[in-house]
């Protein structure tokens, strides 16, 4: 009776959807040997659903439209269906047409979209407003404007922005993109300005690296805006807002709400900023400066002085330092910029609630680690008792006594970390594996080896396959059972890069069969014993700082022998190994699944999903069971 009651439960079922929904299955994918493996993520289709009942096919179908539906269905649609399934939308996304056929987004006139909350426009509203204008209402709350806007400056202020936002009263959040307004022809930042002010409940603002004249002035204009939450910008190079922020001049309490802030500045301005941002909750700062050929004296402790400044920002959870160029020539891979242990543990112990962390210098320079000893990192790490990230871009040759000592003093201390990244070569062999006793691998010792879940796949070098093979045929059965249970140092990571350390494998020099087996099962049972959970394993560059490519693996642990000998050697994951089996390396490719698949956020975290749109909304009549 009570699952009766339950499935027929309109509630009910929704939350039960919802929840299958989100369910994916990860699996890797290499479209061929020019690709890198990629994690491919499967989402469940719920048009079995809408085969149940009425009800279910009602709420599914609900679930299906509402997030980011395919709008070409709607095109083969007869007005009124269409008219079912647009009041079921809640986030949109448009871009111009790849076939001339759709017709300008004809079929959408005359639609209404009262659930609509969300719209990202990757288009020219000049072309194709007559067709979309039945989008923009006054319960819109967020709205992203991407694609490049013809018509000049004087018709983007005076046609294409009362368009957009007049209609939208109650917006919350806005963004331009990069390529929105013509660098040629940038629009004023007052007219903005003027715009925003229009819009009472607006409390987001991004507008970072967009082609707009005056930036300054719109910075210092929404410093004084009551309610703002969030703000990405880059400034105008030089320090015309500095007096704004310091000295006997500066601003009262500006920026009072403001708990999230993506900037691009001058150092001076970075530094005069955290004393007024109380409030301030994530911080994403790049500081460089119109290169000059003189380095300041101030500039080589930046990151100790955005550390320090930080100090009066005790509810910062999220912090990003990125520094770029401030002089010519600096920095660079030669020479790159220090940070002190001492500003790392001062910046803990006021910031503790601190849940990523994450310090870079521009490409290809690095961080000097040189002043951080493993006492200032252990202090430093137990202060942020709910970091989950944590990336230091460290120089490999810099802070060596941490390549030992880091690890330990993470685990022992912030028991949330999922992302790790440290530009030292980590030494995973020196972990305790058993009852928290560290045990140093010798030659012929038992080590228990991770199952495999798949055939071995190495590379086709002889020794490599040799070996490999010789592996694959010793680990069959465990070699040992643990003297206690075993207990990851790391439960909830799930990406670590690190740089490669040096090995006879990464020297490339000729090394035993034996000597092989060794070094791979000792760093595989590291992995096995402490990472559970490792998605991602990414070599950052090598032990020397010299090599800086960045060589991912995705899914070690399916096949952790193969990934681990890849890691150490330097050599690309593949899932090809013979022209034979180009099948098998990408079944789960989105030409696998025919028409009805396409795939989000192509890159390294592809996500592929099996439409639902067409043979949902093809239903005239649903079934009652």
Request: hydrophobic share 40%.
């Amino acid at each position: 009776m009570a699952h009766a009651e339950a499935t027929a439960n309109r509630k009910i079922v929704s939350l039960i959807l919802h929840h299958l929904a989100d369910i994916s299955d990860r699996y890797r994918h290499q479209r061929s040997l020019e690709y890198p493996v990629e994690l491919l993520e499967v989402r469940h289709s719920l048009l079995p659903a809408t085969l149940v009942n009425r009800l279910w096919a009602d709420a599914a179908t609900s679930i299906i439209w509402k997030q980011n539906p395919s709008l070409l269905a709607l095109r083969w649609m007869q007005h009124d269906r269409r008219q079912l399934y647009a009041s079921k939308v809640e986030q949109l996304q448009l871009s111009d047409p790849q076939d001339e056929s759709d017709d300008d987004y004809e079929y959408l006139k005359e639609l209404v979209w009262p659930r609509l909350k969300s719209l990202e426009v990757d288009l020219d509203w000049q072309s194709y407003q007559h067709h979309l204008r039945g989008l923009l209402h006054a319960k819109m709350e967020s709205l992203t404007v991407t694609g490049t806007q013809s018509g000049g400056s004087a018709y983007v202020t005076q046609v294409t922005l009362p368009a957009l936002l007049g209609p939208c009263r109650k917006l919350k959040r806005i963004q331009f993109g990069p390529d929105t307004f013509s660098p040629q022809d940038p629009i004023h930042a007052n007219v903005l300005a003027y715009h925003f002010d229009s819009l009472p409940c607006l409390e987001e603002v991004d507008v970072l690296m967009s082609s707009i004249v005056g930036k300054d002035f719109l910075f210092g204009h929404l410093s004084k805006r009551p309610g703002l939450k969030s703000l990405a910008i880059d400034l105008d190079p030089g320090l015309r807002l500095l007096p704004l922020f310091s000295g006997p001049n500066a601003l009262h309490k500006p920026f009072p709400t403001l708990e999230r802030l993506q900037i691009v500045c001058d150092p001076e301005i970075a530094l005069a900023l955290p004393i007024h941002l109380f409030a301030l909750r994530e911080l994403r700062l790049a500081v460089e400066r119109q290169p000059s050929g003189e380095i300041r004296l101030s500039d080589l402790s930046i990151l100790d002085d955005v550390a320090t400044s930080l100090l009066a920002c005790p509810n910062l959870e999220l912090l990003e330092v990125n520094v770029g160029n401030l002089a010519m020539g600096f920095p660079t891979a030669q020479l790159n910029l220090p940070v002190s242990g001492a500003a790392l543990v001062k910046l803990a112990a006021c910031c503790p609630r601190l849940r990523s962390i994450d310090l870079a210098a521009l490409d290809p320079s690095s961080i000097d680690g040189s002043g951080i000893s493993s006492i200032h990192f252990e202090d430093f790490c137990k202060g942020l008792p709910n970091l989950e990230e944590l990336s230091l871009k460290l120089h490999p040759t810099t802070a060596t006594i941490l390549q030992t000592t880091a690890l330990p003093s993470l685990a022992q201390h912030c028991p949330k970390l999922e992302v790790l990244r440290m530009g030292i070569p980590l030494q995973l062999p020196n972990l305790p594996l058993y009852g928290g006793v560290s045990q140093p691998v010798t030659p012929g010792s038992d080590i228990i080896t991770p199952p495999q879940t798949k055939h071995d796949q190495r590379p086709d070098s002889h020794q490599a396959m040799s070996s490999t093979i010789k592996l694959v045929a010793a680990i069959d059965t465990p070699s040992a059972t643990p003297p206690t249970a075993s207990i990851p140092l790391f439960p909830s990571l799930k990406n670590i890069s690190f740089a490669r350390p040096e090995t006879l494998l990464s020297k490339g020099s000729t090394i035993t069969l034996s000597a092989e087996e060794d070094l791979i099962h000792a760093w595989a049972q590291s992995f096995f014993t402490h990472f559970p959970l490792l998605e991602q394993l990414e070599a950052w560059g090598d032990s020397t700082g010299r090599d800086n490519r960045s060589i991912s693996y995705v899914l070690p642990m399916e096949d952790i022998l193969e990934a681990t000998w890849e890691f150490l050697s330097g050599v690309e994951q593949s899932l090809w190994q013979d022209g034979d089996e180009e099948e098998e390396a990408d079944v789960f490719s989105p030409a696998s699944f025919g028409q009805d698949a396409y795939v989000l956020s192509p890159g390294p975290f592809e996500r592929l999903v099996v439409s639902d749109w067409e043979m949902a909304s093809g239903m005239d009549e649903f079934r009652v069971r």
